[in-house]
């Protein structure tokens, strides 16, 4: 049996004449938490973001290789962009709720996809997703206040919800919880650890003891090309190459 999720081909991308992303091969295993890693502006978040071509939306930036999810190259241009970001959802650094109520935050992806059949099925789901998030019993009797009067770390939670809801494989988390407090942050480790069973979670982080913390499997990247990668236990024990070594050590 296979157990790799997504699988990155000769992947080289470049904003203008920066080449960012150089010749990236890699693999990551399904239903584990994967943990890219590496000094400041080392190409970890640009890597992250062609799992679900967040990447074009930038202005003047060029793409070559291949990301195949499930064995599809979701850069084949028969594919459906919506498509891809509906199976590979993102939590982003900061939490981004819509300007609407907590309930429709969560109901607004389901129904442009048209998940549920009726206002009862939707609703039996807003809770559901709000459950996994740890949310539900903050807010179940607040659902149609505006879900910017939530906290941030309860925002970062209801954003991992609205994800969730449009059943993807693959969450994706661009430092979850920078923007968080320890109690809130330790509230979303919480939640990817219980979540990699039913999912996919490939997450950047700059801190060293996060990635300890959660990684199953570690990228480690350096001037935008993969240094090393492999098991968590092996890099964080044995690692290989100098840089990661170095690195690990807190040299830079």
């Not at 000094?39 to 990301?67: A, I, Q, W, Y």
């Not at 939490?95 to 609703?123: E, F």
């Not at 505006?146 to 988390?173: H, K, M, N, Y």
């Amino acid at each position: 049996m296979n157990n790799t999720h997504i699988q990155v081909k000769n992947l080289n991308a470049y904003y203008g004449k920066q080449h960012a992303l150089k010749d990236i091969n890699i693999e990551i295993p399904k239903n584990q938490i994967t943990v890219i890693m590496g000094p400041s502006g080392c190409g970890k978040t640009t890597l992250l973001k062609t799992f679900n071509r967040f990447f074009e939306l930038n202005e003047n930036v060029n793409l070559t290789g291949e990301v195949l999810v499930d064995g599809e190259n979701i850069y084949d241009p028969n594919v459906d962009v919506t498509e891809v970001r509906k199976v590979v959802g993102l939590l982003a650094q900061r939490p981004t709720p819509l300007p609407m109520s907590i309930y429709d935050n969560i109901a607004y992806g389901m129904r442009i996809h048209q998940m549920k059949k009726d206002r009862a099925a939707y609703k039996k789901s807003v809770r559901h997703y709000l459950e996994i998030a740890g949310l539900w019993e903050e807010v179940h009797k607040r659902m149609h206040d505006p879900a910017t009067s939530l906290s941030i770390g309860q925002q970062q939670r209801l954003c991992l919800a609205r994800g969730l809801a449009v059943e993807p494989e693959i969450i994706l988390g661009d430092e979850p919880t920078s923007a968080l407090d320890p109690i809130s942050s330790q509230n979303i480790e919480s939640r990817l650890l219980e979540l990699k069973k039913d999912y996919t979670i490939v997450i950047v982080t700059h801190t060293l003891r996060q990635a300890k913390r959660l990684a199953d499997h570690v990228i480690y990247m350096y001037l935008g090309e993969v240094a090393e990668a492999g098991p968590a236990h092996e890099v964080f024990t044995n690692p290989k190459h100098e840089r990661t070594k170095q690195y690990l050590e807190g040299l830079f």
